[in-house]
């Protein structure tokens, strides 16, 4: 059984590699354009800017965004490549406005193996001498800029070439989807500073609202409208991406502890740090044992956090069990995201393969 899924993960990341691709060559040219007519139209300044903006955007990542948009509108019978490039250009552009708001309110030093936008924005203060407060420069220039990128991908695709009634069905269901990852990157904040209020449904309604929404049911979504699925379509995916994007999420957070920069984009240590609360964190702190517990709680937000009391915080993620619960719980999802892909009477096996590699694919990272 263990071998069937790794080779289903394996055609997962074979095919996901090839959106990728074509994502990557899409997002360089439009990288290119992007330099050009910013300078021209808006000066130096701005083109510095934006230029922070695009290379969180180049450095790219998986594109699972853009390439669950182009798998749900080939689902739903789509053949019109170029222009679900375009959507899948509009979705990265998105997640690269998120990662430059996120980065800021994690305080993150490094993204993907390079400085994050806000980063970039204040070593240039220092660097021209332009004052004495980098920070708020950084922090500012950063989110202009990314505003910039989202706004400039909303008028993409508003101009996507389909049928009026279908650009704005899909206008509205990426912006109630956004409403959404606000209000979850919001209570994400706050679940870092409110410490022993948080419980797990507080912990699960981030994972629903900040990933699983703008992760993998706005653009399975996204694509299915633009291939012009009915509302019955487009809703009997919800179940499934719902439990796919937890599963993917419960598996980021174990990997943003256990695993490497290279696996998560970042640093290891961050979560910690930055004092995330997640079903790791919750569980432990409601297990661990009373010593275990305490220190936990000092190292949570600790900004000085040292390697060495980073191990023994893993340590007692093992040792309370926490790990053990987290990735049953992303385990769970994954069986519920591939009952309601069995059971989904819209789409057939052929349809849906792309889907159950990718359940495949998450029970293996989760291992």
Known sequence: ?????SNNAAAFKKQLSHYKKLIDQDIEQFTKEQEKSTLQEFGLNSRVAIDAYLSILQRGGKRIRGSLAMVGYEMAGGTDTAMILRAARVLELVHAYLLVIDDINDRSPVRRGGPPAHVIMADYYRQKGLGSDDVHFGESIAIHAS???????????????????????????????????????????????????????????????????????????????????????????????MNAGLAFQIGDDNLGVFGTEFESGKS??????????????????????????????????????????????????????????????????VRRAQQELASNAYFSENQTAFLKSLTDYLLIRNM
């Not at 059984?1 to 899924?5: A, C, D, E, L, R």
């Open 268 to 333: 290891p240590l961050d979560d910690i740090r930055e004092g995330k609360r997640t079903l790791l964190t919750i569980h432990a702190l409601a297990n661990a044992k009373d010593a275990d517990k305490n220190f936990l709680l000092q190292m949570l937000g600790n900004n000085e956090l040292t390697q060495l009391e980073f191990q023994r915080v893993k340590d007692i993620l093992v040792s309370s069990g926490a790990l053990d619960f987290a990735k049953e719980r992303a385990a769970e999802h």
């Open 147 to 241: 505003l910039v990128a989202c706004h400039t991908a909303q008028v993409m695709l508003a101009e996507i070439e389909v049928r009026p009634e279908l650009a704005l069905r899909a206008i509205v269901s990426l912006n109630k989807s956004l409403v959404a990852t606000g209000y979850g990157q919001a209570n994400d904040v706050f679940n870092e500073v409110l410490g022993n209020e948080v419980d797990e449904r507080a912990v699960m309604n981030v994972l629903e609202w900040k990933t699983a929404h703008y992760t993998f049911l706005s653009p399975l979504q996204l694509g299915m409208i633009l291939a012009g699925a009915d509302d019955d379509k487009v809703d009997s995916i919800v179940q499934f991406a």
């Open 1 to 5: 059984m263990k071998q069937s899924y």
